[in-house]
């Protein structure tokens, strides 16, 4: 895992998920990854990341929260096209795929989990995230 912080950007592959977002339409990819998640049993690292990504996308376009991102330029370019559409219908399932990587079937928060100290506030960020989205 490269993670330096508990934010949803203090992550290597958050970046990675960042970048795709800003090379095709936002909201399309975001459907894809919420599709390819849709029947899975166990969420594997990456797909936990696309989707913590993909919610603080639309939560920073639904309710204007800023979050603490190395590359701003990509996400402000990333937040606005997707504001222009329409980001509220997928609030509900946002929260759902939110809830399942802080679920037992999530391979991100198994990695987290191992970290007791920061585990807690990782956690509690995306608690956070879930309370603004619903």
């Not at 049993?41 to 990341?49: A, I, M, P, R, V």
């Not at 204007?64 to 996400?75: A, H, S």
């Not at 929260?95 to 807690?120: F, I």
Request: aromatic share 8%; with cysteine; net charge negative.
């Amino acid at each position: 895992m490269g993670a330096w912080d508990t934010g949803i950007f203090d992550d290597d592959t958050a970046y990675d998920v960042l970048a795709s977002l800003s090379l095709a339409d936002p909201m399309e990819q975001i459907n894809e990854w919420y599709a390819n998640v849709e029947d899975s049993d166990y969420l594997e690292y990456t797909d936990g990341q696309c989707l913590l990504v993909s919610g603080a996308v639309i939560d920073a376009a639904l309710n204007g929260t800023v979050y603490r991102c190395d590359d701003e330029e990509t996400l402000a370019t990333v937040v606005a096209v997707v504001k222009e559409k329409d980001p509220a219908s997928l609030r509900s399932t946002a929260v759902a795929n939110l809830e399942r990587v802080l679920g037992d079937a999530s391979e991100l928060r198994e990695l987290w989990e191992e970290n007791e100290e920061l585990y807690p506030v990782w956690r509690q960020g995306i608690e956070d995230l879930i309370g603004r989205l619903s």
